[in-house]
């Protein structure tokens, strides 16, 4: 299936989003493997988006391992990374701190890049007693404070968080992504990384500088690590608000699939203004329309 006279232009390397695109829950969607050895075959460059922030490239990698997917973490690039790529093309100076909102992932890639952190999951614990005279005292050499996903969110996080970009100098505001909410299980849609991203913009007003989909750092950042323009690159994505956003956004070719989240029905409503070049109903009916 296609929009208007949209085509499936094989010869342009290819951005994928993850869950919905590769995989669904803990299965891969019938198809893919065969269509990313076909590609790859053709000589294409492969990248696997994701703006979860709660695992790390190294974490992604088992996942795809586990599904009998042939991937190297270098071509995984999550929002974990995002963050931690992007402080270090700003030289975020080693001698600083970075408090986490968020889960392993990010800590992960921070350590990776040899940044110091606190905060994430080792606060998960502490709770606020509003006492008279309480107060809580933040570290003074914290320079940024990175926000995504955080199953553990709490008071004394957000409080924390809330002194640093207030009160130390200079301190940098960085969220992994906006995502409204989530799909951590089938029953229901959870609130998402903005949820813990508004609660800072709420008392501290002011905006984060966002590394993940839709915003253009994270493509910025792999078309120059890959050595390709924007013009050879063609998101494929099942969300139109993140994926197709992205990619259109950032000069991409795109694609829409129906194997995730967003269905035929939302997608062809006059009330989307979000569309995409081509839509299918999986990945996969690109290697049925490449090889007919």
């Known amino acids: 299936m296609t929009l208007g006279s949209a085509s499936i232009d094989t010869t342009l390397d290819v951005i994928y989003h993850l869950k919905g695109v590769i995989w669904r829950g803990d299965s891969v969607i019938s198809g893919i493997p065969e269509t990313l050895d076909h590609l790859r075959s053709l000589g294409k460059q492969l990248y696997f988006v994701t703006n979860n922030s709660t695992k790390s490239r190294a974490g992604y990698l088992s996942k795809f391992t586990s599904l009998g997917l042939n991937i190297s973490a270098d071509e995984i690039y999550s929002s974990s990374y995002a963050a931690a790529s992007y402080l270090e093309s700003i030289n975020f ?10 889960q392993e992932g990010i800590l992960e890639e921070l350590e990776l890049k040899g940044f110091k952190y606190l905060g994430g999951p080792a606060d998960a614990d502490h709770r606020v007693e509003l006492k008279p005279g309480f107060r809580l005292d933040q570290d003074p050499d914290v320079g940024a404070v990175v926000v995504g996903f955080d199953r553990f969110v709490n008071y004394y996080k957000i409080q924390i968080a809330t002194l640093c970009l207030r009160e130390n100098p200079g301190c940098l505001f960085i969220a992994t992504n906006l995502d409204a909410v989530t799909h951590l299980t089938d029953a229901q849609e959870w609130a998402g990384a903005g949820s813990m991203v508004g609660a800072l ?4 007003k002011r905006e984060p500088t ?16 890959a050595g390709i323009d924007r013009s050879e690159i063609c998101m494929v994505g099942d969300r139109l608000d993140t994926d197709i956003a992205f990619g259109k956004d950032g000069g991409l070719s795109t694609i ?20 995409p070049d081509a839509y299918l109903d999986s990945l996969a009916d690109v290697l049925r329309l490449s090889t007919a």
């Open 201 to 204: 913009r709420g008392s501290t």
């Open 210 to 225: 966002v590394v993940g989909k839709p915003a253009d750092f994270m493509l910025s950042d792999i078309a120059t690590h």
């Open 93 to 102: 100076p080693k001698d600083k701190k970075i408090y986490v909102i968020g």
């Open 256 to 275: 829409l699939v129906l194997s995730g989240v967003t269905s035929e029905e939302e997608l062809l409503s006059p009330d989307n203004k979000i569309r």
